[in-house]
């Protein structure tokens, strides 16, 4: 079996470019006792993967040259010698940028397909929506009546963090890049303000007329001055989740800016980062809750899906340019089993 697949052709130094990856064709061995073969169905592109892409250390090891990019991958099982999981079935795993891959079964986790539309697991129902559920309910712990503002707010986490504040009948204010974006998270999604970070100016006093009770919670997937303006905001006893930064991953030199200590200090607020992989222990009550939110329609979900498995780099590339709406994915083939 000839599977295409995708390595890390080099480390970038800033953004990175279509360099960055490299195609190319292996053949696959018989499939050996225990093991699956799995057809990737849909492969999810993160913006952590972007720190995956150097050496720096981090909470995840670096990828390394010339092996595949690896990520969240929902994948069919075309050929098994593996009771656990028959052909036909649907898993969600951390595997390679790969059409066709194999795998003793080892951290793959089965997917009911009659649960969700299959992409999902990549997405709301997945590790971003897990994210958005933890980072704001245990970090955040929002409150009713409370402000709670959202960066990155368009995005596969931001869009579910701010729908989430909704529910606990907070005021959500989300920024976003885009007046598709500004218009989405207002219209569709609920939010009762948003601000475009690009044509807004003054952002601190864009966001200060958006929220004139002040800032409670602050779910941060971006950094830089977007968050500085944020900050001066604060009111007392503030709860900071820091999410993502994804403003710094693609710089060269060390970000810099204004000191926040001061502010935390005399607000008394609590700024925390987290990894979703801390809340494990928490999963279950989170995808429940996402599972009934989304069931009952208080939770919409939007994705980006291109087509074709050619497509990875740019759907990546794509996450820094702003290209997305909610979940970004690449679908690479249809459900055989459908
Ligand atoms: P998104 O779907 O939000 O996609 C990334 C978005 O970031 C883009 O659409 C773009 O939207 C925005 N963006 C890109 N560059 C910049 C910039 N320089 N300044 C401001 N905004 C920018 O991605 P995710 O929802 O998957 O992830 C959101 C954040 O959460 C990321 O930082 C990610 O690393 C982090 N994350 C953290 C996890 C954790 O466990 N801590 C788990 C999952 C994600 P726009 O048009 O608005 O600029």
Redesign the pocket.
């Known amino acids: 079996m000839r599977a295409r697949t995708i390595l890390l052709n080099n480390r970038p130094q800033g953004m990175p470019t279509d360099d960055t990856f490299k195609f190319t064709e292996i053949d696959l061995p018989a499939l050996q006792e225990g093991q699956v073969l799995l057809k990737a169905l849909y492969i999810s592109v993160?913006?952590?993967m972007?720190?995956r892409m150097s050496e720096a250390k981090s909470y995840v090891a670096p990828y390394k040259l010339n092996e595949p990019i690896t990520g969240g991958v929902v994948a069919e099982v075309v050929e098994s010698r593996n009771g656990r999981l028959p052909q036909g079935a649907v898993v969600l795993g951390n595997l390679p940028w790969q059409t066709y891959s194999l795998s003793d079964g080892t951290g793959l986790t089965p997917v009911d397909p009659n649960l969700a539309p299959l992409s999902y697991h990549l997405g709301i129902l997945g590790?971003?929506g897990?994210?958005?559920y933890?980072?704001l309910l245990f970090i955040g712990d929002p409150k009713p009546g409370e402000t709670v503002v959202v960066?990155?707010?368009?995005?596969?986490?931001?869009?579910v963090v701010g729908q989430i504040a909704k529910i606990k009948g907070c005021r959500v204010v989300g920024?976003?890049?885009?007046d598709e974006?500004i218009s989405y998270l207002k219209q569709d999604l609920g939010f009762d303000e948003a601000i475009?970070?690009?044509t807004a100016g003054n952002i601190q006093q864009a966001l200060a007329a958006a929220c004139p009770k002040g800032v409670d919670v602050y779910f941060d997937?971006?950094?830089?001055e977007?968050s500085d303006a944020v900050y001066s905001l604060l009111n007392n006893f503030a709860r900071i989740a820091?999410?993502?930064?994804?403003?710094?991953?693609?710089a060269t030199s060390p970000p810099t800016g204004p000191r926040v200590e001061p502010i935390l200090l005399k607000t008394k607020s609590l700024m925390k980062?987290?990894?979703?992989?801390?809340y494990v222990d928490r999963f279950g009550e989170a995808a429940s809750g996402l599972a009934s939110w989304l069931k009952e329609g208080k939770l919409q979900y939007e994705e980006?899906v291109l087509e074709g498995f050619d497509q990875l780099p740019h759907a990546f590339l794509?996450?820094?340019?702003?290209?997305?709406?909610?979940?970004?994915l690449v679908k690479v083939a249809d459900y055989s089993a459908a």
């Open positions: 993160d913006p952590y972007r720190g590790m971003p897990l994210t958005a933890c980072g960066s990155g707010a368009a995005g596969a986490v931001g869009t920024i976003a890049g885009s974006k475009n970070y690009k997937n971006v950094g830089g977007i820091i999410c993502g930064q994804i403003s710094f991953y693609n980062g987290f990894i979703v992989g801390d980006n794509g996450l820094f340019k702003g290209e997305n709406i909610g979940k970004q």
